[in-house]
C-alpha cells in the first residue's frame, strides 16, 4: 500500500497514571468513538508499553481523529500523536493480531512524535501533534495548524472538553445546553471562548467546507 498515513500515539506521564490500565482503555475507548465519525483503514491497535498505532486515508482523517480524541479523553489521561505520510507495507503477515509493517509513512510518524517529544521539553509543553512526511510538501501548514489547534485543546477545562466533544460529533447547542443543564446563550458563549467554534471551523475547512457552524446544520451522527 502506498500513500496511507500512519499515525503513532503515545500517552502522556503514563508512569504517573494511577491506573495504567484505565488509562490505556480510556485511550481505546476514545479512539473507538472518533471512529464513528472518521473511518481507519486500520483502526488503532496496541503495539507495546504505552504505544499504539493507526492507519487512515489521509491526513485529514487523521488530524480529525486527534482533535476528537483529546476532547474525548477523561481528565488526567492525555496523548501525543506522530502523524507520518507515505508507503506502508507488510513485512510479516501475523496469523492473529495486527500484521508487521514499514514504510516511509511510519518512518516519518516515528520522527514526528519525536519531535513532539523534543518540542515539549523545550519551550512548548502544550503540544501534541506533529505531522511528517519525506517531501515536506504540506508538512509547513499542517504543523502551523496544529501548534495553534493543540494550543486551543490544552486550554480547555473539563466541561469544555466534554461541551466541544459534543458540538464537533454533531450535537446541536439546545442539546448541549439541556444536557449540561445551561441556557443556549451560555453554550453559545462558551464555545466561542474556549475556542470550540474555531475548532469545529478548522476540521470543516479540512473537510473541504468553509463555512462556520452556525452557516450550516450539523453534522449527521453515526
Request: aromatic residues 6%; hydrophobic residues 40%.
Amino acid at each position: 500500500m502506498s500513500d496511507l498515513v500512519g499515525l503513532i500515539v503515545d500517552i502522556v506521564r503514563s508512569r504517573d497514571l494511577h491506573d495504567r490500565e484505565r488509562g490505556q482503555r480510556a485511550v481505546r475507548e476514545s479512539f473507538e468513538r472518533a471512529h464513528r465519525s472518521v473511518d481507519a483503514v486500520e483502526p488503532l491497535w496496541a503495539t507495546a508499553g504505552d504505544e499504539f498505532q493507526a492507519v487512515y486515508r489521509d491526513v485529514r482523517d487523521a488530524l480529525a481523529v486527534t482533535a476528537h480524541v483529546r476532547l474525548l479523553l477523561p481528565d488526567g489521561v492525555d496523548c501525543r500523536f506522530g502523524v507520518g505520510r507515505g508507503a506502508i507495507r507488510v513485512v510479516e503477515q501475523s496469523a492473529g493480531g495486527h500484521a508487521i509493517q514499514d514504510g516511509s509513512a511510519w518512518w516519518s510518524a516515528r520522527e514526528a512524535i519525536e519531535i513532539v517529544h523534543r518540542r515539549q521539553r523545550h519551550g512548548h509543553p502544550y503540544l501534541r501533534t506533529w505531522f511528517s512526511e519525506e517531501d515536506g510538501t504540506a508538512a509547513d501548514l499542517v504543523n502551523a495548524y496544529l501548534i495553534s489547534r493543540d494550543h486551543a485543546l490544552s486550554r480547555m477545562k473539563p466541561r469544555e472538553r466534554r461541551m466541544a466533544a459534543a458540538f464537533v460529533a454533531g450535537h446541536s447547542q439546545a442539546e448541549i445546553a439541556r444536557e449540561e443543564h445551561l441556557s443556549q446563550s451560555a453554550v453559545s458563549q462558551l464555545l466561542q471562548r474556549s475556542g470550540a467554534t474555531a475548532l469545529m471551523l478548522g476540521l470543516s475547512v479540512l473537510d473541504g467546507d468553509d463555512r462556520g457552524p452556525s452557516e450550516r446544520e450539523p453534522a449527521p451522527r453515526r
